[in-house]
């Protein structure tokens, strides 16, 4: 693949990274063509991109149809962490979704596919910084999926005649993300509480230099079957992210501190309480691991290979994310 513009096919393009990606995509001159399952966001998408498919990610008429005479596929469909969710959907959107992507690709003659995979595939991380090689630890279902379809990805790249690229974001984050909206939320009424120590490390990833790292896998010749963990430029301890987020929202530092090994208890009680019912507990094991997983991540391969130089440090970050928050209403 070179710098010559191209189609390229975006699953997932109406989320957070992928309406990012697109805009990217488009402001670079390619035809982009996206896949959404939500009718009405694919409605607002029909008159930005050159082509919207609205189907399920298992739908392999429609993947074959948008997929038809693409350069490129972009694969960002993923069933995120809810714990009401079934966990069926889990293996039926991350696993099943990932082949039916990868077999329409190359049924229809696709140059190259780059599969968003996760951090979370490592788990907590023992030693740090950890790299693309490091020891697999998936923590819960969503990640032990992730984990499945990554693996099906990277044995496929092993077979000739289609590139395949393995990208393992950070903690994404910035204008437009509303995932950690409720942390901001919290910070400015003072509400927001630790737990634990909050010694272990974060490392995130604003999404400006997320699309460029993107842009670099599309366009680096050679690097078929590669995997590589595209991060921000630091990694900090968790509590001087928190303290970042509080500076950024105009608070003071959070003062409840709670012990870790309780509230996880409580978590865990609160799911299986909950998640019968179909109610999302509003406090449950995946939201408590914040607080003890240790994410610090190396991005010296993505540097030396594909030429990646994330340039905006958390500080600067969260001042535009804060910034985009309050202009569109939500702080």
Not at 230 to 239: A, F, I, Q
């Amino acid at each position: 693949m070179n710098g010559h513009k191209k189609t390229i096919a975006v699953t997932g393009g109406t989320g957070f990274l992928g309406s990012h990606l697109v805009r990217g995509f488009v402001s670079d001159g390619h035809e982009v063509r996206i896949l959404s399952r939500d009718p009405e966001k694919s409605r607002v998408w029909e008159s930005k991109v050159a082509h919207v498919e609205t189907a399920e990610i298992t739908d392999a008429a429609a993947l074959e149809r948008l997929f038809d005479g693409c350069d490129a596929v972009v694969h960002l469909v993923s069933n995120f962490r809810t714990s009401s969710g079934d966990d069926a959907s889990y293996r039926r959107i991350n696993v099943e979704g990932t082949e039916a992507v990868l077999s329409a690709a190359r049924k229809v003659g696709v140059s190259r596919l780059i599969h968003c995979s996760t951090i979370g595939v490592h788990g907590h991380v023992e030693q740090t910084p950890a790299d693309e090689n490091s020891a697999f630890g998936p923590g819960d279902l969503y990640q032990s999926t992730k984990l499945e379809a990554e693996r099906f990805v990277q044995q496929e790249a092993r077979r000739p005649g289609m590139e395949i690229v393995v990208v393992r974001p950070t903690s994404i984050y910035g204008p437009g993300d509303l995932r950690m909206l409720k942390m901001f939320r919290m910070l400015s009424k003072g509400t927001f509480f630790t737990l634990g120590p909050c010694r272990e490390n974060f490392h995130a990833v604003y999404i400006d230099d997320l699309i460029d790292g993107y842009r670099r896998c599309l366009s680096t010749e050679g690097i078929g079957g590669e995997t590589f963990i595209l991060g921000g430029p630091d990694y900090l301890p968790l509590w001087d992210y928190i303290q970042t987020a509080a500076r950024a929202v105009g608070a003071k530092d959070p003062w409840i501190r709670l012990p870790y090994g309780p509230i996880f208890g409580i978590s865990v009680l609160c799911e299986k309480l909950c998640v019968p019912f179909g109610i999302e507990p509003p406090l449950h094991p995946r939201r408590v691991r914040f607080f003890k997983n240790n994410r610090a991540f190396s991005i010296e391969k993505a540097r030396g290979v594909l030429g990646y130089d994330p340039k905006i440090k958390l500080d600067e970050g969260m001042q535009r994310t804060v910034h985009w928050y309050r202009e569109n209403g939500y702080l």
